[in-house]
């Protein structure tokens, strides 16, 4: 049984380049850019313990590799889910479309239950 320790959220975009896939990596960067989990030091935990499922929103998700985006996460056993979400934003002036990605980072560790005791 697992139980999560984390979500953070993050947003990344790509003002000219309408590449989903280098706005979802900066909503990822983003997202853990916020976060830490001193529990592995305080504990002894192996980061392999911790199971990480990254959820990224685009418009078009397909465009996305999720293979890559997992290859990128720093710890854990990771696995990355692109799904419909985020915004295109046209610029009628330019004819360009602005990408916004969002992401969802939730770690997952073994059940901590009786584990622990305050003191």
Request: hydrophobic share 40%; no cysteine; glycine share 10%.
């Amino acid at each position: 049984m697992e139980q999560r320790v984390i979500i953070e959220m993050g947003m990344g975009n790509d003002l000219h380049g309408m590449d989903y896939q280098k706005a979802a990596a900066r909503a990822i960067e983003d997202a853990i850019r916020h976060s830490t989990l001193p529990i592995f030091e305080g504990i002894g935990l192996p980061h392999k313990e911790m199971r990480v499922q990254v959820t990224v929103g685009v418009q078009e998700p397909d465009k996305i590799d999720t293979d890559a985006l997992t290859s990128g996460l720093p710890r854990g056993r990771a696995a990355v889910t692109a799904v419909k979400g985020g915004l295109n934003i046209a610029n009628p002036e330019t004819g360009e479309t602005a990408v916004v990605a969002t992401a969802a980072v939730e770690a997952f560790l073994p059940t901590q239950k009786g584990k622990w005791k305050m003191q």
